[in-house]
T-cell receptor, first 112, second 113 residues
Framework: TQLLEQSPQFLSIQEGENLTVYCNSS?????LQWYRQEPGEGPVLLVT?????EVKKLKRLTFQFGDARKDSSLHITAAQTGDTGLYLC????????????FGPGTSLSVIP | ETGVTQTPRHLVMGMTNKKSLKCEQH?????MYWYKQSAKKPLELMFV???????ENNSVPSRFSPECPNSSHLFLHLHTLQPEDSALYLC????????????FGSGTQLSVL
């Protein structure tokens, strides 16, 4: 079974703090995606990372793809209340490219 | 607004009812998907359609029956469901299978009594 694991499962921080969440697998992925999901809504794509070692920035969010393409991280600088949500990583393993699987998510709560 | 519309947003049904979930995408995508999201479990892929042909059935019970009449519309027909089928059902589309960029609808929150 090809799984994506995410840590931590839950995270509660004060506004202005920095944080990092992780996505790990034993499988190699051709790409990984990060999504944010708010209550009562579907996930919204934030970024896709494709190349091993790649770093992408989206305003205060920094995404990194591991050199071996088995893991990824999301770092948020100076968190804001609007960052609150469920952060999901997803990807299609190289061995089954059309089956996108999702991690269980990190539930982030940013407190004013 | 993601370009993917799901109806209804909420559905309550008994175990003997028959209902259908509808999904429509206005993005010109060729692939469409059904995912199930239960509490404390990762999103589970149910079905994949590419150019309205089913390419994936992820061991889904036959009480869930998908239909894809064209690349823009996707249905999920439900009959004789169980309480454990209560979940958020999400439709998604992508330009092609491989799903590097999935666009999700808002989902249908289903409760089976």
């Amino acid at each position: 079974t090809q799984l994506l694991e995410q840590s931590p499962q839950f995270l509660s921080i004060q506004e202005g703090e920095n944080l990092t969440v992780y996505c790990n697998s034993s499988s190699v992925f051709s790409s990984l995606q990060w999504y944010r999901q708010e209550p009562g809504e579907g996930p919204v794509l934030l970024v896709t990372v494709v190349t091993g070692g790649e770093v992408k920035k989206l305003k205060r969010l920094t995404f990194q793809f591991g050199d071996a393409r088995k893991d990824s991280s999301l770092h948020i600088t100076a968190a804001q209340t609007g960052d609150t949500g469920l952060y999901l990583c997803a990807g299609a393993p190289k061995t089954s490219y059309d089956k996108v699987i999702f991690g269980p998510g990190t539930s982030l709560s940013v407190i004013p | 607004e993601t370009g993917v519309t799901q109806t209804p947003r909420h559905l309550v049904m008994g175990m003997t009812n028959k209902k259908s979930l509808k999904c429509e995408q206005h993005l010109g995508h060729n692939a469409m998907y059904w995912y199930k999201q239960s509490a404390k479990k990762p999103l589970e892929l149910m079905f994949v359609y590419n150019f309205k042909e089913q390419t994936e059935n992820n061991s889904v019970p036959s009480r869930f029956s998908p239909e894809c009449p064209n690349s823009s519309h996707l249905f999920l027909h439900l009959h004789t469901l169980q309480p454990e089928d209560s979940a958020l059902y999400l439709c998604a589309s992508s330009p092609r299978t491989g799903g590097e960029k999935l666009f999700f609808g808002s989902g249908t929150q289903l409760s089976v009594l």
